[in-house]
């Protein structure tokens, strides 16, 4: 007679079952954890903070971050500091560009040290993205981005195409050069990075022909002539300082300038410059869809001719500066006006249509070391030897080198698109 289903099992059944058993927690434990690293659960903070500490890391940094993710909502791109990093390769020089015009083109020109190339901007609270060329011009395509405002902004334009064209085949691109508007295209992109000369953003009869600032009149009730090139633009990115800053006053029309010497009224510069920025404001407001177009202002970029206000007392401006300002929140009054700053804020915060404010005074105020400095034209020539031996007189300490300071600039509006 057969025994009774009863009795003990055999042991490679029990074997077999406990195994399935153990493969079976093991499969459930790693969809577990599957689930909750993807859950959209997860806090918005944690997933920032982990992308974070995995951008640090790419960068070769194992350490713990506490920054986050860049949020131009919470993130404080003023606070931080500039951290040295030699590894760090610009993505052209301007040798490899061939859009740096000589005013930047600081190695062509004789510059034989480069470490101002390698100083990264750090913010103390949020992580900033690299610039990635090839995204960039993918959130450009089919767009036209528009630069308009001084020669600090062409300084940022040149920089932008700089850091984007070389990914792209010679026979895909193309420059046009003009007077006052300078085009690069994408060709296979069919977009369009554009530079337009504008200095005030609103007229003046300086902008072209005449140069002497004695003679400069500025409308300041009427925007720029070359405004009818900002219609229909998918990014607009403005910028208007360094051409106000010729005298503590300067001279203000309202109406036509067929007045005249007996048109204008002498204003204080600051108060001249919230005038003309009003007027700007107004346009923006009157022409600019925001579901349509984009809108940013690049605050002051400062000028290092005071070297005393750093310490040096040899009256030499930025020549000779080999890195930047340790002290925090360094602050140059000849450098920046903070009453034409504090205009910018009170201008900015009253539109009705939105602007993103690429705030990088604070941040370019601590790199002294990076401007043209003595290698540089001027006059449409190169310093001549006898120039260079004098930097206290011909030193360019407004404009930046290229590879440089703009290219930060410009990783801080990629980080907005």
Same mark, same amino acid.
């Given at each position: 007679?057969?025994?009774?289903?009863?009795?003990?099992?055999p042991?490679?059944?029990?074997?077999?079952?406990?195994?399935s058993f153990?493969?079976?927690?093991? !499969?459930y434990?790693e969809?577990?954890?599957?689930?909750?690293?993807? $859950?959209?659960?997860?806090?918005?903070?944690?997933?920032?903070? $982990?992308?974070?500490?995995k951008?640090?890391k790419?960068?070769?940094?194992?350490?713990?971050?506490?920054?986050?993710e860049?949020?131009?909502?919470?993130?404080d791109?003023t606070?931080g500091?500039?951290?040295?990093?030699?590894? /760090?390769?610009?993505?052209?020089?301007?040798?490899?560009?061939?859009y740096?015009?000589?005013?930047?083109?600081?190695?062509?020109n004789?510059?034989?040290?480069f470490?101002?190339?390698h100083?990264e901007?750090q913010?103390? *609270?949020?992580?900033?993205?690299?610039? *990635?060329?090839?995204?960039?011009?993918?959130?450009l395509?089919?767009?036209?981005?528009?630069f308009?405002?001084?020669?600090?902004?062409?300084?940022?334009?040149? $920089?932008?195409?700089?850091?984007?064209?070389?990914?792209?085949?010679?026979?895909?691109?193309s420059?046009? !050069?003009?007077?006052v508007?300078?085009?690069?295209?994408?060709?296979? &992109?069919?977009?369009?990075?554009?530079?337009?000369?504008?200095?005030f953003?609103?007229?003046?009869?300086?902008?072209?022909?005449i140069?002497?600032?004695?003679?400069?009149?500025?409308?300041?009730?009427?925007?720029?002539?070359t405004?009818?090139?900002?219609?229909g633009a998918?990014?607009?990115?403005?910028?208007t &300082?360094?051409?106000?800053? &010729?005298?503590?006053?300067?001279k203000? !029309?309202?109406?036509?300038?067929?007045?005249?010497?007996?048109?204008?009224?002498?204003?204080?510069?600051?108060?001249?410059?919230?005038?003309?920025?009003k007027?700007?404001?107004?346009?923006?407001?009157?022409? /600019?869809?925001?579901n349509?177009?984009?809108v940013?202002?690049?605050?002051?970029?400062?000028?290092? $001719?005071?070297?005393q206000?750093?310490?040096?007392?040899d009256? !030499?401006?930025?020549?000779?500066?080999?890195?930047?300002?340790?002290?925090?929140n360094?602050?140059g009054n000849?450098?920046?006006?903070?009453?034409?700053?504090s205009?910018?804020?009170?201008?900015?915060?009253?539109?009705?249509?939105? /602007?993103?404010?690429?705030n990088v005074?604070?941040?370019?105020?601590y790199?002294?070391?990076?401007?043209?400095? /003595?290698?540089t034209?001027?006059?449409?020539?190169?310093?001549?030897p006898?120039?260079?031996?004098?930097?206290?007189k011909?030193?360019?300490?407004i404009?930046?080198?290229?590879?440089?300071?703009?290219?930060?600039?410009?990783?801080?509006?990629?980080?907005?698109?």
């Amino acid at each position: 007679m057969m025994k009774s289903c009863r009795g003990k099992l055999p042991l490679s059944i029990i074997t077999v079952a406990l195994c399935s058993f153990a493969f079976l927690a093991l !499969l459930y434990t790693e969809r577990l954890s599957f689930i909750s690293s993807n $859950s959209l659960l997860s806090s918005r903070s944690c997933a920032r903070r $982990s992308s974070a500490v995995k951008a640090k890391k790419m960068v070769g940094n194992p350490e713990l971050d506490d920054r986050f993710e860049f949020d131009p909502e919470e993130c404080d791109i003023t606070r931080g500091k500039w951290v040295f990093n030699r590894s /760090i390769k610009p993505l052209y020089t301007d040798r490899s560009c061939p859009y740096v015009e000589r005013q930047f083109s600081c190695e062509k020109n004789g510059q034989l040290e480069f470490d101002y190339r390698h100083w990264e901007w750090q913010p103390d *609270d949020c992580y900033l993205p690299k610039f *990635d060329p090839e995204v960039a011009l993918e959130k450009l395509r089919g767009k036209r981005l528009v630069f308009s405002g001084d020669s600090l902004q062409r300084n940022q334009w040149e $920089s932008f195409v700089c850091m984007v064209e070389w990914t792209i085949p010679p026979e895909k691109k193309s420059m046009t !050069l003009g007077k006052v508007h300078n085009v690069f295209k994408a060709k296979e &992109y069919n977009a369009t990075i554009e530079f337009h000369w504008a200095p005030f953003l609103v007229q003046s009869n300086t902008d072209i022909n005449i140069k002497e600032a004695k003679k400069r009149i500025i409308k300041v009730d009427s925007v720029s002539n070359t405004s009818k090139d900002w219609e229909g633009a998918d990014i607009l990115a403005f910028n208007t &300082y360094v051409w106000w800053m &010729y005298g503590i006053r300067v001279k203000t !029309l309202w109406g036509s300038f067929a007045n005249g010497e007996e048109g204008y009224a002498q204003l204080d510069t600051p108060v001249a410059y919230k005038i003309g920025l009003k007027t700007w404001a107004n346009w923006i407001d009157s022409n /600019i869809n925001p579901n349509k177009t984009r809108v940013f202002f690049t605050t002051m970029s400062p000028t290092h $001719s005071k070297s005393q206000e750093w310490g040096r007392e040899d009256g !030499l401006k930025c020549f000779n500066e080999s890195e930047p300002l340790k002290k925090k929140n360094f602050w140059g009054n000849f450098a920046a006006n903070k009453e034409m700053m504090s205009a910018v804020d009170e201008v900015m915060k009253k539109l009705k249509v939105p /602007i993103s404010v690429l705030n990088v005074t604070q941040l370019s105020m601590y790199r002294v070391d990076a401007h043209s400095s /003595i290698y540089t034209e001027t006059g449409g020539k190169l310093l001549t030897p006898e120039e260079r031996a004098d930097p206290k007189k011909h030193a360019d300490c407004i404009h930046w080198c290229l590879p440089g300071v703009p290219d930060t600039w410009n990783q801080i509006l990629f980080a907005h698109l």
